[in-house]
């Protein structure tokens, strides 16, 4: 008798959250970017968001919770109920760098999320004032070794971000050594370096773009990518101005709490799958520079941890701390 009444509760509440994840979403979603609006995260977040709204038949919210390198958004994504109706845009920053950085993480990247989906990749820029007598990487290469005690400064959207990281690994390349100067997104880090307070910018291309394209105050050195971005075909990536093995992108990648409901999770990502495809979608990042995101799932879980293998050891080698 009691097993009966054990398998009819257990059957009771399979039937339930079948039919709740048959539901969903039955009110809006909100997907919580780590940084401030106008970055390369935000951007690709706001991208993806108003694709997969009619896809889903409820409206993506965007949410702004910058701090701590993306960790106060993401750790809002941890502690959201684990329902399908709170998603973060994790980055390569926060879900492979973090963690070798931070003494007090306010989660752990590989066990306390759902990955979803690979949004997209981007290289990062090099780029310096257009009046700067910096001409080429070479140039920035030969000033930042025989500065004279002036050295070459550069700004990043902030510390263990992956921009930060490439010019951590820029410096291990060329034997160089230059002043990290970081800044809270690139709205700081722009005025920065076009008023002359640092000497070069290193940035996600899709946030610079407009201003490489227009070239009256910001001029690209080189991108991090193996490939030229076809959106700067005159900029000559770092491995041909002459630093073989340089192959850098960042990325962005959709998230949710560990824990949603396997029919929540398959819903999501097939939403994610579905709007990478839209032609807006499409055009939007060809636009900016970004290539759309090809991973999910699993897929992406074993990206991530060849990731944090990769930037893990950097950290280590470079003694990159956030003090």
């Known amino acids: 008798m009691k097993l009966a009444f054990s398998a009819a509760i257990a059957m009771t509440m399979l039937l339930a959250g079948n039919a709740q994840g048959a539901d969903y979403p039955e009110r809006p979603i909100t997907l919580v970017v780590p940084f401030p609006a106008g970055g390369t995260t935000d951007i690709a977040a706001r991208t993806i968001a108003q694709a997969m709204g009619p896809i889903l038949g409820q409206t993506v919210v965007v949410d702004n919770r910058s701090g701590a390198g993306g960790n106060i958004g993401m750790g809002v994504v941890k502690r959201a109920p684990a329902d399908g109706y709170t998603i973060g845009m994790g980055t390569i920053g926060t879900q492979s760098i973090n963690q070798f950085l931070y003494k007090d993480m306010p989660f752990n990247p590989e066990k306390d999320f759902t990955?979803?989906?690979?949004?997209?990749?981007?290289?990062?820029?090099?780029?310096?004032?257009?009046?700067?007598?910096?001409?080429?990487?070479?140039?920035?290469?030969?000033?930042?070794?025989?500065?004279?005690?002036?050295?070459?400064?550069?700004?990043s959207p902030g510390i263990g971000s992956s921009v930060h990281l490439t010019g951590a690994y820029l410096e291990k390349l060329a034997g160089m050594e230059m002043l990290h100067v970081p800044f809270r997104g690139v709205s700081a880090s722009m005025p920065a370096l076009v008023g002359g307070q640092v000497d070069v910018l290193m940035d996600n291309l899709p946030s610079t773009l407009s201003q490489l394209k227009d070239g009256t105050r910001v001029r690209g050195l080189a991108v991090t990518s193996a490939q030229r971005s076809p959106s700067l075909p005159d900029v000559p990536t770092v491995a041909e101005s002459g630093l073989p093995g340089m192959d850098v992108t960042a990325w962005f990648a959709l998230y949710a709490p560990a824990g949603i409901p396997n029919d929540v999770e398959k819903r999501l990502i097939s939403a994610v799958e579905k709007a990478l495809k839209t032609d807006a979608v499409v055009q939007q990042f060809t636009s900016l520079g970004a290539t759309a995101g090809n991973v999910s799932g699993a897929a992406l879980a074993k990206f991530e941890k060849e990731e944090r293998a990769r930037w893990g050891a950097l950290v280590k080698e470079r003694n990159i701390t956030t003090n």
């Open 115 to 155: 990955p979803l989906a690979l949004v997209l990749s981007t290289p990062n820029v090099i780029a310096v004032r257009a009046d700067s007598d910096i001409q080429s990487l070479k140039d920035l290469i030969a000033k930042a070794k025989g500065g004279k005690g002036k050295g070459v400064s550069y700004a």
